[in-house]
C-alpha cells in the first residue's frame, strides 16, 4: 500500500520523468552548495534516463561536480575495460559526458581476488554511510524480480557481497557475452539492506518481461523468492512504469 506507480504510454516518458526528478533533486542542493548521492543502476533499463541527464548537462547546464555516486553492482570476475563490464557502461553512457569528479564515482570492483572482496564490500557500505546515505536510488529489476544483483533468495538484511548469478540472470545476459559460457557466474552487488537505507527509491521497469516480477509487489506477500517485494518495506519507493511492464497488475 506504499508503493507509489506512475504509468506512462512508453520508455521514453518514464524516462523523461524519472531524469526531471534526479535533475530537480540534483539542481537544489547545487543552489545549496550540498552534494547529491546518487545510487545508480544499468543495464538497458536506465540507459534513456542517462541520455536525458546528459541532454540536461548539455542544454541547461546542470553540473554534477557535487555528485557522488554509488553504482549497485559488476559482474565478478570483470576488467573494467571490458565492453560488458558495468564500470565501461557507466563511463560510455554517462560519465564521460558529464562533469562529474572521478573520485566522486564508486562502482564494485570485479578485478580483485577472492579474499579481498570481503573488506572491499565493507568498505563500499562505509564509503556510503561517510557521504551520509544514498539520496535518490535508481533501480532496475530484473525479469526474475532481482534488485541490483540480489537474486532471488537474498536476505532483507543483505549487505554489500559477492553473489552466485541466477540461471536466468545469465541466460538473459548471455547474448551480450556471446553465449552462456563467458558469461560471468558471479557478481558483487550492494545488499538489500544497503538498498533500502536509501532516502528514496525510484524503480523503473519497460517492457513484458518485466510485468511477472512487477506484479509480485502487488501482492500481500514479501517473499526472498522475488526480491523486488522488499521495496515495499521502504516507505519512499516510487514505481514507474510502461504499460507492458504493468500489464499484469
Ligand atoms: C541487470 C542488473 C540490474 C538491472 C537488471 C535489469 O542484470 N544487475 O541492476 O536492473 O538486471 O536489466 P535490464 O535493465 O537490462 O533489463
Given at each position: 500500500e506504499n508503493i507509489h506507480f506512475r504509468l506512462f504510454k512508453n520508455k521514453s516518458l518514464g524516462s523523461d520523468y524519472i531524469s526531471k526528478l534526479i535533475h530537480s533533486k540534483i539542481e537544489s542542493n547545487n543552489s545549496l552548495s550540498k552534494s547529491t548521492v546518487l545510487g545508480l543502476a544499468t543495464g538497458a533499463s536506465?540507459?534513456?534516463?542517462?541520455?536525458?541527464?546528459?541532454?540536461?548537462?548539455?542544454?541547461?547546464?546542470?553540473?554534477?561536480?557535487?555528485?557522488?555516486?554509488?553504482?549497485?553492482?559488476?559482474?565478478?570476475?570483470?576488467?573494467?575495460?571490458?565492453?560488458?563490464?558495468?564500470?565501461?557502461?557507466?563511463?560510455?553512457?554517462?560519465?564521460?559526458?558529464?562533469?562529474?569528479?572521478?573520485?566522486?564515482?564508486?562502482?564494485?570492483?570485479?578485478?580483485?581476488?577472492l579474499d579481498d572482496i570481503p573488506d572491499h564490500c565493507e568498505a563500499f557500505e562505509n564509503k556510503i554511510e561517510e557521504f551520509g546515505g544514498v539520496d535518490f536510488q535508481l533501480l532496475g529489476v530484473g525479469s526474475n524480480g532481482h534488485i541490483g544483483f540480489n537474486e532471488p533468495g537474498s536476505e532483507i538484511n543483505s549487505k554489500t557481497r559477492l553473489i552466485q548469478l541466477d540461471q536466468r540472470t545469465r541466460s538473459d545476459a548471455a547474448e551480450k557475452f556471446g553465449g552462456l559460457n563467458n558469461t560471468p557466474k558471479y557478481a558483487i552487488t550492494m545488499g538489500i539492506q544497503t538498498i533500502l537505507k536509501a532516502k528514496k527509491i525510484v524503480c523503473m521497469a519497460w517492457g513484458s518481461s518485466k510485468a511477472e516480477a512487477i506484479s509480485q509487489l502487488f501482492n500481500k506477500e514479501i517473499t526472498k523468492k522475488w526480491p523486488i517485494t522488499f521495496l515495499k518495506e521502504h516507505p519512499q519507493v516510487e514505481l514507474v512504469l510502461d504499460e507492458e511492464a504493468a500489464s499484469l497488475i
Open positions: 536506465p540507459k534513456k534516463v542517462y541520455e536525458k541527464l546528459i541532454a540536461s548537462h548539455n542544454e541547461q547546464g546542470l553540473s554534477f561536480s557535487k555528485v557522488i555516486t554509488f553504482n549497485l553492482d559488476e559482474y565478478y570476475p570483470i576488467e573494467p575495460e571490458s565492453k560488458n563490464s558495468y564500470h565501461y557502461y557507466m563511463f560510455e553512457n554517462l560519465f564521460k559526458h558529464v562533469d562529474i569528479d572521478p573520485v566522486n564515482i564508486f562502482i564494485p570492483d570485479g578485478t580483485l581476488e
